[in-house]
């Protein structure tokens, strides 16, 4: 009995590992993927045999470029897109989106809509969000049956289960259980992720040669977020996601923050700080709702143009940015950091005094070996590691084991 346990759980690994270098890779060959995994090529052979079979995987015709080497052509292996599919939703200040995607990654169908996520009710921002989720299943081009797995990304901070979101920004609603509400009104396993950790995982995909082992992703937009990748794990705390940079405290009694405290890092790098300071407002001035990124960018182009306080502004950004940086790295060591949002776009502004108040630090003594890279749009980000958390799931707990694959969909772009 004991040996057909080891045996199913190898085969299980087995499989696992072959269509995880298949998703990394994106066309493979059996001889890359055999070079990748280490398995033998008889076993990769008969794994990728069963796959195929099964719907998971397709082979693709060779390329020309191969194709022109002597020898036999290598034949690459596919996800199958009509294997399956995840959904993603995203709920951040005031702007909510739904996504499905299909087993090879690509989104199929997508809505946006513009909530006023401060004023609504708690009935009635979970009633939008299974709303747009629903109006996605009744989509007469997608196969309801194909979809195996909910992911929601939110600002703020969510349980370490994956079941809740505890506290947000965004509305003053609390505790909300995301993730069951979606089981319960769908009956496709949820879960419910930090937007900042999404961005994380995402990056990692993206590119695993400088997002690897230890990396930072920092959400520098209406508010100030963190997703921490360290000796390759996702960081999250014992009881919440963890990761709060945004309201590490740079000055006590300082700038009032939207969280209510006072001296937070976003309370001077959040864009309603950086707007407040801009506008010579005052640090006890009540954070503006909403500043749209059309402002931000025309403010960033006035800090450009003219050394005053709009310059002022994205400095003191900086140095908050900076001291919480140079703090973490006292404790982790430097590693790479990708400032990811609206305000990513103005980081030339930010990064002098970022860099200046991180070398004060002792986080700083090689602070001009740290790195940063920047991407201004967070939305497909968050969609990407929601995505790809939710079909890693697929690969490693339904297709893995051996299931069979679910019908295929079928699905056209929705604006």
Request: proline residues 5%; charged residues 25%.
């Amino acid at each position: 009995m004991s040996v057909g346990i080891r045996h199913d759980d190898l085969r299980r690994r087995n499989r696992a590992m072959v269509i995880s270098a298949v998703r990394r890779a994106g066309q493979p060959s059996r001889t890359e993927i055999a070079a990748t995994t280490g398995l033998s090529h008889s076993t990769i052979s008969a794994i990728s045999s069963d796959l195929i079979g099964e719907g998971i995987l397709t082979e693709s015709k060779a390329s020309e470029t191969v194709s022109l080497k002597r020898g036999r052509p290598q034949v690459g292996l596919s996800l199958n897109p009509e294997a399956a599919a995840v959904m993603t939703v995203v709920l951040s200040l005031n702007f909510l989106s739904v996504a499905v995607i299909d087993y090879a990654g690509q989104v199929i169908a997508e809505e946006q809509r513009r909530l006023d996520t401060l004023t609504m009710p708690r009935d009635e921002l979970i009633g939008e969000c299974l709303a747009i989720v629903r109006r996605r299943f009744e989509d007469p081009d997608l196969n309801v049956h194909s979809v195996a797995r909910i992911a929601m990304g939110i600002q703020g901070i969510t349980d370490s289960h994956s079941r809740a979101m505890l506290w947000s920004p965004i509305t003053p609603q609390t505790d909300i259980a995301f993730a069951d509400i979606l089981e319960d009104e769908f009956g496709i396993p949820a879960t419910m992720e930090n937007d900042c950790n999404m961005m994380a995982v995402a990056l990692r995909w993206r590119d695993p040669d400088r997002y690897r082992d230890d990396f930072i992703a920092i959400l520098l937009s209406h508010g100030i977020g963190m997703g921490l990748v360290l000796k390759g794990e996702l960081f999250t705390g014992t009881h919440s996601s963890g990761g709060e940079l945004g309201h590490m405290i740079h000055r006590p009694g300082g700038a009032l923050c939207r969280c209510g405290r006072r001296g937070c890092v976003e309370a001077y790098a959040g864009n309603y700080a950086i707007w407040r300071n801009a506008k010579q407002m005052g640090e006890d001035a009540e954070p503006v709702a909403d500043v749209s990124d059309a402002d931000m960018r025309a403010l960033a182009a006035l800090a450009r143009e003219v050394d005053g306080p709009e310059r002022e502004a994205y400095r003191k950004a900086g140095e908050a940015l900076g001291f919480g940086l140079g703090n973490l790295f006292a404790l982790i060591d430097p590693a790479p950091v990708a400032m990811v949002g609206v305000s990513a776009a103005a980081f030339d502004l930010i990064e002098p005094a970022l860099r200046e108040a991180i070398a004060q630090t002792a986080g700083g003594q090689h602070s001009k070996s740290i790195s940063f890279d920047t991407e201004p749009n967070e939305l497909p980000l968050i969609r990407e590691g929601c995505a790809m958390r939710a079909l890693t799931f697929v690969d490693q707990e339904i297709f893995a084991p051996g299931a069979q694959a679910k019908p295929g969909i079928v699905g056209k772009s929705v604006a």
